[in-house]
T-cell receptor, first 110, second 114 residues
Framework: GENVEQHPSTLSVQEGDSAVIKCTYS??????FPWYKQELGKGPQLIID?????GEKKDQRIAVTLNKTAKHFSLHITETQPEDSAVYFC?????????FGKGTMLLVSP | NAGVTQTPKFRVLKTGQSMTLLCAQD?????MYWYRQDPGMGLRLIHY???????AKGEVPDGYNVSRLKKQNFLLGLESAAPSQTSVYFC?????????????FGEGSWLTVV
């Protein structure tokens, strides 16, 4: 089955800096790569996703890049704000069930 | 529009007791899932269902059973709870489309087994 590795496990940045979280996957059949944000005491929520026929996607301050050849994808957050502090999960799937990375705790200091 | 609703939100069980976690979704989604979340382990799939009357095992199914008697409900049962099942449980649902499967999560159920 699919295996997703996520790094780093924790990331501390100053407000206004950029943050990058990286994931690798093992199943070459995976074609959908979402990113979820989980705030304390809440369920994960989708923030951005990318399909395998796209190399990059951007939504305001967040962007995701995909390198299918190397089997890795990354989340980029620019101009970080304290409200970006949360746990971020990457995931991959060939179709129905998502396999998640272990998560990255992002801390943004004012 | 409630989305995905889980009950109960918090529960303490004694080892060996049984219980059922209830999940309901009002988005007419075909697929439903139960995940557990443990520190440093991410989200691991327990069981899932691709439609009413169907169930399938995920990554960590042992010690759990599920049922999907109605499209909008997905029940997770623990027949004989063990301390290793102390976790946060998330129900989720989705409507997969070609090349995309956005999963919507509930708020979580905190279970402690003592």
């Amino acid at each position: 089955g699919e295996n997703v590795e996520q790094h780093p496990s924790t990331l501390s940045v100053q407000e206004g800096d950029s943050a990058v979280i990286k994931c690798t996957y093992s199943d070459s059949a995976s074609n959908y790569f979402p990113w979820y944000k989980q705030e304390l005491g809440k369920g994960p929520q989708l923030i951005i996703d990318i399909r395998s026929n796209v190399g990059e996607k951007k939504d305001q301050r967040i962007a995701v890049t995909l390198n299918k050849t190397a089997k890795h994808f990354s989340l980029h957050i620019t101009e970080t704000q304290p409200e970006d502090s949360a746990v971020y999960f990457c995931a991959a799937t060939p179709y129905s069930t998502l396999t998640f990375g272990k998560g990255t705790m992002l801390l943004v200091s004012p | 529009n409630a989305g995905v609703t889980q009950t109960p939100k918090f529960r303490v069980l004694k080892t060996g007791q049984s219980m059922t976690l209830l999940c309901a979704q009002d988005m007419n989604h075909e697929y439903m899932y139960w995940y557990r979340q443990d520190p440093g382990m991410g989200l691991r799939l327990i069981h899932y269902s691709v439609g009413e009357g169907t169930t399938a095992k995920g990554e960590v199914p042992d010690g759990y059973n599920v049922s999907r008697l109605k499209k909008q409900n997905f029940l997770l049962g623990l027949e004989s709870a063990a301390p290793s099942q102390t976790s946060v449980y998330f129900c989720a649902s989705s409507y997969p489309r070609t090349g995309r499967n956005t999963i919507y999560f509930g708020e979580g159920s905190w279970l402690t087994v003592v």
